[in-house]
T-cell receptor
Framework: AQSVTQLGSHVSVSEGALVLLRCNYS??????LFWYVQYPNQGLQLLLK??????LVKGINGFEAEFKKSETSFHLTKPSAHMSDAAEYFC?????????FGPGTRLSVLP | DAGVIQSPRHEVTEMGQEVTLRCKPI?????LFWYRQTMMRGLELLIY????????DSGMPEDRFSAKMPNASFSTLKIQPSEPRDSAVYFC??????????????FGPGTRLTVL
């Protein structure tokens, strides 16, 4: 079965520091890959997606992710964290009609 | 586009009562998903429909839960009878297909259900 793993259920960074949230997937066919963000008391919002075009994908709010097929990874990065980035982040993979979410990583940003 | 619409936004009910959650997907989307989110279990897929037909309901917890999609613009999730352990935020999401692959899911704001 296809799956998505996110290393670290909780990540803390200082304001201005690099944000790195890890995502690895298993898929026997070329997947589409997504990152979503969920702010408190809100639904999930799309940050960015990869659909087999450029391997480096830029999203909203300064986030980007790089698809690395050899590592089956799709890590999310942002050069400089802002307090408003504190939220839960979900990686997801789609293949055919199936769509699978990872367990999520809660990002805390410390002043 | 108004996005995915869910109602009610909040529901407080007593154990044993019937609860109906409603969802209007984005026009033109042919897939609809119901999720449940709790602190303990995270985000769980309950059921999804493709072209109004239930494709996978393996995530539905038990017979007390049922979902319908009578047409392309409306779906319901019903819990009867409700129990305190059903307290959660229920999300509806919709998507279309990108070729033969499921494309971005767009989420509604959720319904926060509290069963006393």
């Amino acid at each position: 079965a296809q799956s998505v793993t996110q290393l670290g259920s909780h990540v803390s960074v200082s304001e201005g520091a690099l944000v790195l949230l890890r995502c690895n997937y298993s898929s026997s066919v070329p997947p589409y890959l997504f990152w979503y963000v969920q702010y408190p008391n809100q639904g999930l919002q799309l940050l960015l997606k990869y659909t087999s075009a450029a391997t480096l994908v830029k999203g909203i709010n300064g986030f980007e992710a790089e698809f690395k097929k050899s590592e089956t990874s799709f890590h999310l990065t942002k050069p400089s964290a802002h307090m408003s980035d504190a939220a839960e982040y979900f990686c997801a993979v789609s293949y055919g009609q199936n769509f699978v979410f990872g367990p999520g990583t809660r990002l805390s940003v410390l002043p | 586009d108004a996005g995915v619409i869910q109602s009610p936004r909040h529901e407080v009910t007593e154990m044993g009562q019937e609860v109906t959650l409603r969802c209007k997907p984005i026009s033109g989307h042919n897939s609809l998903f119901w999720y449940r989110q709790t602190m303990m279990r995270g985000l769980e897929l309950l059921i999804y429909f493709n072209n109004n037909v239930p494709i996978d309901d393996s995530g539905m917890p038990e017979d007390r839960f049922s979902a319908k999609m009578p047409n392309a613009s409306f779906s319901t999730l019903k819990i009867q009878p409700s129990e305190p352990r059903d307290s959660a935020v229920y999300f509806c999401a919709s998507s279309s297909m990108f070729g033969e692959t499921a494309d971005t899911q767009y989420f509604g704001p959720g319904t926060r259900l509290t069963v006393l």
